[in-house]
């Protein structure tokens, strides 16, 4: 169980959601409104422990009035709004949006995203074989983690959590521009030379899997890697005296890595090396 | 914040790049010798970090000085801001005029966009890289739009060094461009602005009538040509009367937006959040558009005078001043106008005696069509990459610095002047009910007389183009520039007027007015227009990143082919085109299949 600090009562406001009326608390998003309305939208950038940068406009919704559809994971609700979410052109939007990614970066890895490419009928062979795509070997500079940019949907997410919204430590940044945008550390070198602290925070909110604790692309390399074998325990880290929540993955008796509970109101998911990657003690047996 | 440094070290040559812009280094948390005070004095934090804005004018410093910037002089440049090093990277690796790669000392852009393509820059080009060899010392570089589409083909020579050396040859010839790049203090002086105006001289002229007149570099002849009376009258009627008079004349933005110029300034000026800023873009890149630059090239003052108003107006006392890093001489002029007007006491704390204090501080650019989208305007001055941000919150509210901004282009700007000379009434009669005053066009491509032309709104595209005379056979006009669309030469009664084109399935944009003779293959343009928007996209949404890349894509593998071999790609165009419009988050991703759609639909591209 975990707390909810209570924040200032806020006033309701109404609009409409698909011609229903809806009541949300004022500073809402129209995603918050949606999901409490019990409507799926599909969602990438968007996560729940930093300020959305609504790059990947997949949750596009339509919205009366404005010329342009909006993104739903960004846009606060205003009194009297009336949003439309699945209509035709909102639908035809987050399809097309769906093809372009499939077809230039790898989603192997990026949970649910098959499920909405089947729902929207995407079809990212359609722009030809020679589409390009970001294929990009997989950079191994440290024995922590994986930064494999093949599968980067360049959802901003672990540059914010490195910067200002988390960590402060501003290892990652975008670089370039256009298609030829990356995320990189200063210099475009190894990370071992960069600022990083290896606190892992960019790997927790990575959606993707582009950036993978080392375990388990080794695993995956391996064909060992098995989530359904996998148990996860939530506990705390005996480092120090903060006490972050820990949960620790489990497969065959091994820790193949460590992630944080999100609504902890304390770290929100945060933890630094120690909590992140240092667990091989434990299961040195010797 | 916890910042760390790399080991490398500037050269000298790099650190006084950075030292002649921030001042030497006080201690050796900032780069210096380590000195005793050090060891018990920390220097960094709030105050270090409130200049992350000279992060740009920085990179400038060690771009123009050594022409491309290394690790030890970016590493340097942040210690001295408190950037981090991966943000700094992050910002020199967005902007096309920076290299974080080792490149010769001298650049010479040649132009190979839309009107220069049409004149030749592609053999202009061969030309030039068979004459310079592969170690001459120069590296040639094929460029969008220089802005000099008048006098096209187009090349710019930038020498790096202290101080950098530039060189404009318009129209080019392949000795005209070696030159620039091998000497640019000995290539040719360019013709004055006024050579860009056809009119020029005209009495009739409103918006162009002191280009050729007035000495640019005179701030006296600017005075004796009626300069500074817009402003006195705006001291006599005061902020909200100046307001009013702006919203009574009916100003719209020029930039293509076309959104009412007072009741931005109205909804800046009521904002209770202080301070409130200026800003002028003067980024102007939309392939085909010049006036900007003409501008202020020929009549500087009224960009200072105009700025002032609006400043007083809406109740700022910083102006930014953001102009496109390839304009040369535009910087040269507006920064001595500046600098005149500010030793005059027409800017600094009290001016005209009236007691109120505004400043003008002039940004380069360096090379990002996109930031000439708002929003990522702010984040380029501020020292960020020049990402659009979502709106709302709007610029009134939150702009430059989270602070109420308002933005107004070169020409909205300056059409502030004579309404204030004139009366809103006298202003709003100029043109027609719904687009009042003047308006600039700029005309190249295959006319006798390309240039920046002045008429009232409401007259025709035929009668534009009548004035700078259509060379050939017309096969097509792009009105609005990249982002605008294709008409046919069968359309040429369309009045150019925001509501006239709108009824015509059309718009008129920044005033871009492209001739194409039916010698000019289509495809090939519609190719470059796409390269063009693949390459100006900032990267931060997919529908514009991917989008653009595959709008591309499509036109390559139709470039030869018609009818049913081209339809397919045609109808994939067209979906992609539509989510681009639709899900993008700034104008550059909605607007980047017009041209392309419209050619389709009004010329029948790949019939
Ligand atoms: S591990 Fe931590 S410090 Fe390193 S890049 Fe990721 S968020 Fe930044
Ligand atoms: S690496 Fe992951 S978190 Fe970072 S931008 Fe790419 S997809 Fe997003
Ligand atoms: S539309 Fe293009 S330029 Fe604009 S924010 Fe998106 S990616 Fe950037
Ligand atoms: S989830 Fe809203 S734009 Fe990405
Ligand atoms: S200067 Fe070459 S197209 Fe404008």
Same mark, same amino acid.
């Given at each position: 169980?975990?707390?909810?600090?209570?924040?200032?009562?806020?006033?309701?406001?109404?609009?409409?959601?698909?011609?229903?009326?809806?009541?949300?608390?004022?500073?809402?998003?129209?995603?918050?409104?949606?999901?409490?309305?019990?409507?799926?939208?599909?969602?990438?950038?968007?996560?729940?422990?930093?300020?959305?940068?609504?790059?990947?406009?997949?949750?596009?919704?339509?919205?009366?009035?404005?010329?342009?559809?909006?993104?739903?994971?960004?846009?606060?609700?205003?009194?009297?709004?009336?949003?439309?979410?699945?209509?035709?052109?909102?639908?035809?939007?987050?399809?097309?949006?769906?093809?372009?990614?499939?077809?230039?970066?790898?989603?192997?890895?990026?949970?649910?995203?098959?499920?909405?490419?089947?729902?929207?009928?995407?079809?990212?062979?359609?722009?030809?074989?020679?589409?390009?795509?970001?294929?990009?070997?997989?950079?191994?500079? /440290?024995?922590?983690?994986?930064?494999?940019?093949?599968?980067?949907?360049?959802?901003?997410?672990? *540059?914010?959590?490195?910067?200002?919204?988390?960590?402060?430590?501003?290892?990652?940044?975008?670089?370039?521009?256009?298609?030829?945008?990356?995320?990189?550390?200063?210099?475009?070198?190894?990370?071992?030379?960069?600022?990083?602290?290896?606190?892992?925070?960019?790997?927790?909110?990575?959606?993707?899997?582009?950036?993978?604790?080392?375990?388990?692309?080794?695993?995956?390399?391996?064909?060992?890697?098995?989530?359904?074998?996998?148990?996860?325990?939530?506990?705390?880290?005996?480092?120090?005296?903060?006490?972050? /929540?820990?949960?620790?993955?489990?497969?065959?008796?091994?820790?193949?890595? *460590?992630?944080?509970?999100?609504?902890?109101?304390?770290?929100?998911?945060?933890?630094?090396?120690?909590?992140?990657?240092?667990?091989?003690?434990?299961?040195?047996?010797? | 914040? @916890?910042?760390?440094?790399?080991?490398?070290?500037?050269?000298?040559?790099?650190?006084?790049?950075?030292?002649?812009?921030?001042?030497?280094?006080?201690?050796?948390?900032?780069?210096? @010798?380590?000195?005793?005070?050090?060891?018990?004095?920390?220097?960094?934090?709030?105050?270090?970090?409130?200049?992350?804005?000279?992060?740009?004018?920085?990179?400038?410093?060690?771009?123009?000085?050594?022409?491309?910037?290394?690790?030890?002089?970016?590493?340097?440049?942040?210690?001295?801001?408190?950037?981090?090093?991966?943000?700094?990277?992050?910002?020199?690796?967005?902007?096309?005029?920076?290299?974080?790669?080792?490149?010769?000392?001298?650049?010479?852009?040649?132009?190979? @966009?839309?009107?220069?393509?049409?004149?030749?820059?592609?053999?202009?080009?061969?030309?030039?890289?068979?004459?310079?060899?592969?170690?001459?010392?120069?590296?040639?570089?094929?460029?969008?739009?220089?802005?000099?589409?008048?006098?096209?083909?187009?090349?710019?020579?930038?020498?790096?060094?202290?101080?950098?050396?530039?060189?404009?040859?318009?129209?080019?010839?392949?000795?005209?461009?070696?030159?620039?790049?091998?000497?640019?203090?000995?290539?040719?002086?360019?013709?004055?602005?006024?050579?860009?105006?056809?009119?020029?001289?005209?009495?009739?002229?409103?918006?162009?009538?002191?280009?050729?007149?007035?000495?640019?570099?005179?701030?006296?002849?600017?005075?004796?040509?009626?300069?500074?009376?817009?402003?006195?009258?705006?001291?006599?009627?005061?902020?909200?009367?100046?307001?009013?008079?702006?919203?009574?004349?009916?100003?719209?933005?020029?930039?293509?937006?076309?959104?009412?110029?007072?009741?931005?300034?109205?909804?800046?000026?009521?904002?209770?959040?202080?301070?409130?800023?200026?800003?002028?873009?003067?980024?102007?890149?939309?392939?085909?558009?010049?006036?900007?630059?003409?501008?202020?090239?020929?009549?500087?003052?009224?960009?200072?005078?105009?700025?002032?108003?609006?400043?007083?107006?809406?109740?700022?006392?910083?102006?930014?001043?953001?102009?496109?890093?390839?304009?040369?001489?535009?910087?040269?002029?507006?920064?001595?106008?500046?600098?005149?007007?500010?030793?005059?006491?027409?800017?600094?704390?009290?001016?005209?005696?009236?007691?109120?204090?505004?400043?003008?501080?002039?940004?380069?650019?360096?090379?990002?069509?996109?930031?000439?989208?708002?929003?990522?305007?702010?984040?380029?001055?501020?020292?960020?990459?020049?990402?659009?941000?979502?709106?709302?919150?709007?610029?009134?509210?939150?702009?430059?610095?989270?602070?109420?901004?308002?933005?107004?282009?070169?020409?909205?700007?300056?059409?502030?002047?004579?309404?204030?000379?004139?009366?809103?009434?006298?202003?709003?009669?100029?043109?027609?009910?719904?687009?009042?005053?003047?308006?600039?066009?700029?005309?190249?491509?295959?006319?006798?007389?390309?240039?920046?032309?002045?008429?009232?709104?409401?007259?025709?595209?035929?009668?534009?183009?009548?004035?700078?005379?259509?060379?050939?056979?017309?096969?097509?006009?792009?009105?609005?520039?990249?982002?605008?669309?294709?008409?046919?030469?069968?359309?040429?009664?369309?009045?150019?007027?925001?509501?006239?084109?709108?009824?015509?399935?059309?718009?008129?944009?920044?005033?871009?007015?492209?001739?194409?003779?039916?010698?000019?293959?289509?495809?090939?343009?519609?190719?470059?227009?796409?390269?063009?928007?693949?390459?100006?996209?900032?990267?931060?949404?997919?529908?514009?990143?991917?989008?653009?890349?595959?709008?591309?894509?499509?036109?390559?593998?139709?470039? @030869?082919?018609?009818?049913?071999?081209?339809?397919?790609?045609?109808?994939?165009?067209?979906?992609?085109?539509?989510?681009?419009?639709?899900?993008?988050?700034?104008?550059?991703?909605?607007?980047?299949?017009?041209?392309?759609?419209?050619?389709?639909?009004?010329?029948?591209?790949?019939?």
């Amino acid at each position: 169980m975990t707390v909810t600090p209570l924040g200032i009562p806020r006033r309701l406001l109404e609009f409409t959601i698909d011609g229903e009326a809806a009541r949300v608390p004022e500073g809402s998003t129209i995603l918050d409104a949606c999901r409490a309305a019990g409507k799926e939208i599909p969602t990438l950038c968007e996560g729940d422990t930093l300020a959305p940068k609504n790059a990947c406009r997949v949750c596009v919704v339509e919205v009366e009035g404005a010329r342009t559809l909006v993104p739903a994971c960004s846009r606060r609700a205003e009194p009297g709004m009336e949003v439309r979410t699945g209509t035709e052109r909102a639908r035809h939007s987050r399809k097309i949006v769906l093809e372009l990614l499939a077809s230039s970066v790898d989603l192997s890895t990026t949970p649910r995203v098959a499920g909405w490419l089947k729902e929207y009928e995407a079809k990212p062979d359609r722009f030809g074989p020679d589409a390009a795509r970001l294929e990009e070997e997989p950079r191994i500079d /440290n024995e922590l983690y994986v930064r494999d940019y093949g599968k980067c949907v360049l959802c901003y997410k672990c *540059v914010d959590a490195c910067g200002d919204q988390w960590q402060n430590t501003f290892a990652i940044s975008v670089v370039g521009r256009g298609f030829d945008a990356r995320i990189a550390v200063e210099h475009d070198g190894p990370l071992t030379e960069s600022a990083c602290v290896y606190c892992g925070n960019c790997i927790e909110v990575c959606p993707t899997g582009a950036l993978s604790f080392k375990s388990e692309f080794d695993m995956r390399a391996a064909g060992t890697w098995d989530e359904s074998a996998q148990s996860e325990t939530t506990t705390v880290c005996a480092y120090c005296g903060v006490g972050c /929540n820990l949960t620790l993955h489990v497969q065959d008796n091994e820790i193949v890595k *460590v992630t944080s509970p999100h609504d902890n109101p304390v770290t929100h998911g945060n933890l630094c090396i120690k909590g992140r990657f240092g667990y091989q003690h434990v299961q040195n047996r010797g | 914040m @916890d910042l760390r440094f790399g080991d490398s070290r500037p050269t000298d040559e790099e650190r006084a790049a950075v030292d002649a812009l921030l001042g030497p280094p006080e201690s050796s948390w900032e780069g210096a @010798d380590r000195s005793d005070a050090d060891l018990r004095w920390a220097r960094g934090g709030r105050a270090a970090r409130d200049r992350r804005d000279l992060l740009l004018p920085g990179l400038h410093a060690i771009n123009d000085r050594v022409g491309w910037i290394g690790e030890g002089a970016l590493d340097y440049l942040c210690r001295r801001l408190t950037v981090p090093p991966a943000e700094a990277y992050g910002v020199a690796t967005f902007y096309a005029m920076f290299s974080v790669r080792p490149r010769p000392a001298t650049l010479l852009h040649v132009c190979t @966009d839309l009107a220069c393509a049409a004149a030749g820059a592609d053999g202009l080009c061969a030309g030039i890289e068979s004459r310079l060899g592969l170690s001459s010392g120069v590296s040639v570089e094929r460029s969008p739009c220089l802005g000099l589409c008048e006098r096209a083909p187009a090349a710019l020579a930038v020498k790096a060094g202290d101080p950098v050396r530039t060189a404009v040859s318009a129209p080019a010839t392949v000795d005209d461009a070696v030159l620039a790049a091998r000497a640019p203090d000995s290539a040719p002086q360019e013709p004055p602005a006024a050579w860009a105006v056809p009119q020029a001289g005209d009495p009739a002229l409103t918006l162009l009538r002191r280009v050729g007149v007035v000495d640019p570099a005179g701030l006296d002849d600017y005075r004796a040509n009626g300069g500074y009376t817009a402003l006195r009258r705006a001291f006599e009627l005061g902020p909200a009367g100046v307001i009013r008079e702006v919203t009574d004349a009916g100003l719209v933005g020029r930039g293509g937006a076309a959104f009412p110029t007072g009741r931005k300034w109205q909804a800046t000026a009521s904002q209770p959040d202080h301070p409130h800023y200026v800003v002028c873009n003067a980024d102007e890149s939309e392939p085909g558009t010049f006036k900007d630059r003409v501008l202020m090239e020929g009549d500087p003052y009224a960009l200072v005078e105009a700025m002032t108003i609006a400043a007083y107006a809406t109740g700022a006392h910083r102006g930014y001043l953001y102009l496109r890093g390839e304009y040369p001489r535009a910087v040269r002029r507006m920064r001595h106008a500046v600098t005149q007007a500010r030793a005059r006491g027409l800017l600094g704390d009290d001016i005209l005696g009236q007691g109120y204090a505004f400043d003008i501080e002039i940004r380069r650019g360096a090379g990002a069509y996109v930031c000439g989208e708002e929003t990522a305007l702010f984040n380029s001055i501020e020292g960020y990459r020049g990402e659009p941000r979502s709106k709302p919150p709007f610029p009134v509210e939150k702009g430059l610095f989270g602070k109420p901004t308002v933005e107004n282009n070169v020409e909205t700007l300056v059409n502030v002047v004579p309404i204030l000379t004139m009366g809103a009434p006298a202003y709003a009669a100029i043109g027609t009910g719904g687009s009042t005053g003047p308006k600039l066009f700029c005309v190249s491509g295959s006319v006798h007389r390309p240039g920046v032309y002045e008429l009232p709104f409401g007259a025709t595209l035929g009668e534009l183009l009548e004035l700078a005379g259509v060379r050939g056979r017309l096969r097509a006009v792009l009105l609005g520039g990249a982002a605008g669309g294709f008409v046919r030469p069968d359309e040429l009664d369309i009045p150019l007027t925001f509501e006239g084109t709108r009824e015509a399935g059309t718009t008129l944009g920044s005033g871009v007015v492209m001739a194409f003779d039916d010698t000019v293959p289509l495809p090939r343009l519609l190719l470059r227009i796409a390269e063009f928007f693949r390459d100006e996209s900032c990267g931060q949404c997919v529908p514009c990143r991917v989008g653009t890349v595959r709008q591309e894509e499509a036109l390559h593998r139709i470039v @030869d082919r018609t009818g049913a071999a081209a339809a397919e790609d045609v109808a994939l165009l067209r979906e992609v085109g539509r989510a681009m419009r639709d899900a993008s988050i700034c104008g550059l991703g909605q607007t980047a299949w017009n041209a392309v759609e419209s050619a389709i639909d009004r010329l029948g591209a790949y019939e």
